[in-house]
């Protein structure tokens, strides 16, 4: 059974609360100390959000492509959705949680556009997800501090994961990106991002700095 098949399943033996936005959602399952699902998308794609005692302790991202897990899949989520909210029990929370922890619940604090700095005005600027893999001659490099940075203000810090992977929700504009690898040495590197999705493989393995559209 893939994800969305099971979670079809667990949601439709489960009793539903209703409909919230997503900042709704983390405060009402906060109030009312819900354990459940909160469940957004339609056919192509579908964010679920799994609560324990209140906390936002699990999330997953699935579409045609795949599936994300943990804060990977959070980084999805633009704060837009409409999510249906359903009480469930606890061991199958726990068991879904285990899949997709989400470590840094921040990320969920972050989602609206209101909560990201504007850059410069006279713009028309619009959020996106920038996803960097951090890379030492083509092989994957975890625990490298990765920070995006604004002329001297830095407007996000984030540690890669095993695989190298970390992910920034930004408006689009030009902004700089700071690599700091384990001993201390930085690799720099200007990006323009304009696009709802951006991937782009940062090799630390010589030294550069680069513009990348």
């Known amino acids: 059974m893939d994800v969305r098949g099971l979670i079809d399943e667990i ?7 209703g409909n919230f936005s997503l900042d709704e959602l983390v405060r009402r399952s906060e109030e009312q100390v819900v354990t459940g699902l909160g469940v957004a998308g339609n056919g192509s794609a579908m964010f679920v959000l799994a609560m324990v005692d209140g906390e936002p302790n699990g999330a997953l991202f ?4 795949g599936s994300l897990f943990g804060d990977k899949a959070v980084f999805q989520i633009d704060g837009s959705e409409d999510f249906r909210l359903y009480q469930v029990a606890l061991p199958i929370i726990e068991a879904l949680v285990a899949r997709c922890r989400v470590y840094d619940r921040s ?3 972050k989602s609206t556009l209101a909560d990201i700095p504007t850059l410069e005005r006279g713009m028309q600027q619009r959020i996106g997800v920038l996803c960097l893999t951090v ?7 975890g625990g490298v501090h990765v920070s995006i940075r604004k002329g001297k203000l830095v407007l996000a810090t984030d540690t890669t994961t095993a695989d190298g992977s970390v992910c920034f929700k930004l408006l ?8 700091s690898d384990r001993t201390g040495d930085l690799t720099r590197f200007v990006i323009d991002f304009a696009e ?11 030294t550069f700095d680069e513009d990348t559209g």
Do not use: F, M, Q, W
């Open 11 to 17: 949601i439709g033996r489960s009793t539903y609360l």
């Open 62 to 65: 699935a579409d045609e492509k």
């Open 107 to 109: 990320h969920l604090k």
């Open 135 to 141: 890379v030492n001659r083509g092989t994957p490099v």
């Open 172 to 179: 689009s504009g030009r902004y700089t990106c700071v690599v």
């Open 196 to 206: 709802a999705r951006h991937e782009s493989i940062v090799d630390i393995g010589g």
